[in-house]
C-alpha cells in the first residue's frame, strides 16, 4: 500500500489548473489551482514561470498537458449527461485531486446525488486535509473512501460509506487504469456490473498496450513511459481500443464510445496555437464510456 500521496495526482491537477489559465482555451476546471501546494500555486500563478514550467512538463511527459485538458472536458460532459439521465450516486475511482463535488455542487444537490470518492489512504487523507481548509469542513455529500485497489474490497469499503448497490451510478475512472494490473481493472468492471443499479456507466481513460510493453515510439511514448518509471508509478495495464468491445463484454459491460486522440484535438483544440507541442496530444491515449448490460 502506498504510504505518500501519489505525485502524477498533484501534476495532473497543475495541468487542469494552468489549462484553465491558457487564453485562447480556458480549461473548465478553475478550481484545480486551489488544491496546489504553495510553490505550485505560484507557478502557476506567475504568467512567465507558468509559461517556463509548461515547456518543462511538455519536455518530460510530451502529449500528456493536453490530454489532460480534453480528459477533463470529456469526463465533465459525462457527469454533467449522466446526472440529467437519472444518476443518483457519483463514484470517483482514484479521485486525486479531483474537483467535480465542488465545480458541480448545484447540478449534485438539484439531482439529489452523492458523491464518493476513493482513493489511496495516503493521497485521500491529504485531499481531505485540503478540502477543510478550503471550504472549512467537508461537505456532507461527498464520502471519502480509502481503498488499495490492489488490496482491499471496493464494495466493502463503498458500502461501508452509505453506496447503494441498487442505485443507478456514474463511475469515474481518471488516469488509473494504466497503474493497475488487468486483474484489479477487471475486478473494478465487475463490480459496476453487478454491484450497481440499472443504468450504471463508467468512463474511463487508457493507454494503448504498445506503450506499455515498450513497442510504441510515437510522439510522447518512450518519454512519458520513462518518466513514470522513474517517479515510482509505471505503466503496467493497457488496451488498444479495438480490444475494448470484447474485453467489455467478458465482464457483462457494452462500449458506448470510444473518444481518440484525433477526436478530442479536433472538439477541444482548434483554437490552440498551432504547430505548438504542448497542445498536441499522444496518440496513444483513448477514453471510453460503458454501460452495463440489463
Not at 500528456?64 to 449527461?81: E, K, L, M, N, P
Not at 485540503?130 to 461527498?142: A, D, I, K, Y
Not at 488490496?151 to 488516469?175: C, I, K, Q, V
Amino acid at each position: 500500500m502506498a504510504k505518500k500521496a501519489s505525485r502524477t495526482a498533484e501534476l495532473a491537477a497543475l495541468a487542469r489548473a494552468s489549462m484553465h489559465r491558457e487564453p485562447a482555451l480556458r480549461g473548465p476546471d478553475d478550481v484545480a489551482v486551489r488544491f496546489l501546494s504553495a510553490p505550485l500555486k505560484v507557478l502557476v500563478s506567475v504568467e512567465p514561470l507558468r509559461r517556463a514550467a509548461l515547456r518543462l512538463y511538455t519536455k518530460l511527459m510530451p502529449g500528456s498537458y493536453a490530454f489532460v485538458g480534453a480528459r477533463t472536458w470529456v469526463f465533465d460532459s459525462f457527469i454533467q449527461q449522466e446526472l440529467r439521465g437519472g444518476a443518483r450516486q457519483v463514484v470517483v475511482l482514484g479521485a486525486g485531486y479531483d474537483t467535480r463535488a465542488y465545480r458541480f455542487a448545484e447540478e449534485l444537490r438539484a439531482a439529489g446525488a452523492c458523491v464518493f470518492e476513493v482513493d489511496a489512504p495516503a493521497t485521500s487523507r491529504l485531499k481531505q486535509d485540503r478540502v477543510r481548509r478550503l471550504f472549512g469542513s467537508l461537505p456532507p455529500e461527498v464520502a471519502y473512501v480509502q481503498v488499495d485497489f490492489e488490496r482491499d474490497s471496493l464494495e466493502e469499503r463503498l458500502t461501508a460509506a452509505g453506496y447503494s448497490t441498487t442505485a443507478r451510478t456514474a463511475f469515474l475512472w481518471e488516469g488509473v487504469t494504466y497503474y493497475l494490473q488487468q486483474s484489479a481493472v477487471e475486478q473494478v468492471l465487475r463490480f459496476v456490473r453487478e454491484r450497481s443499479g440499472p443504468g450504471s456507466a463508467i468512463i474511463f481513460d487508457l493507454l494503448h498496450r504498445g506503450i506499455v510493453e515498450g513497442s510504441d515510439v510515437s510522439f510522447g511514448a518512450q518519454q512519458q513511459r520513462r518518466y513514470v518509471q522513474r517517479k515510482g508509478e509505471p505503466f503496467i495495464f493497457g488496451l488498444d481500443p479495438e480490444e475494448l468491445p470484447a474485453f467489455l463484454a467478458r465482464h457483462g459491460m457494452g462500449l458506448e464510445e470510444v473518444v481518440k486522440a484525433d477526436e478530442m484535438e479536433a472538439r477541444y483544440f482548434t483554437r490552440a496555437p498551432k504547430d505548438s507541442t504542448p497542445y498536441r496530444l499522444a496518440s496513444f491515449n483513448a477514453i471510453a464510456v460503458a454501460r452495463a448490460k440489463g
